[in-house]
């Protein structure tokens, strides 16, 4: 899960919120500073990784 922390659209204390609901000992937060609600590149090789290594 990942989240631009000058996000208008989607503001940080929901994506937080949801992310401290779910029930996966695998969650992961990546928090991008620097962004709002944009495709994020960085956030897609990180994700593209892990699912090589859930898989594999």
């Known amino acids: 899960m990942s989240i631009g922390l000058e996000d ?4 940080p204390s929901t994506v937080f919120a949801a992310f401290h609901h779910l029930a ?3 969650k992961r ?3 991008y ?3 709002e609600h944009e495709f994020n590149v960085f956030h897609e090789e990180k994700k ?3 699912v090589v290594d ?3």
């Open 33 to 35: 500073p620097q962004f």
């Open 54 to 56: 859930m898989i594999g």
């Open 24 to 26: 996966s000992k695998q």
């Open 29 to 31: 937060m990546e928090v």
């Open 8 to 11: 208008a659209v989607t503001p």
């Open 48 to 50: 593209l990784a892990f």
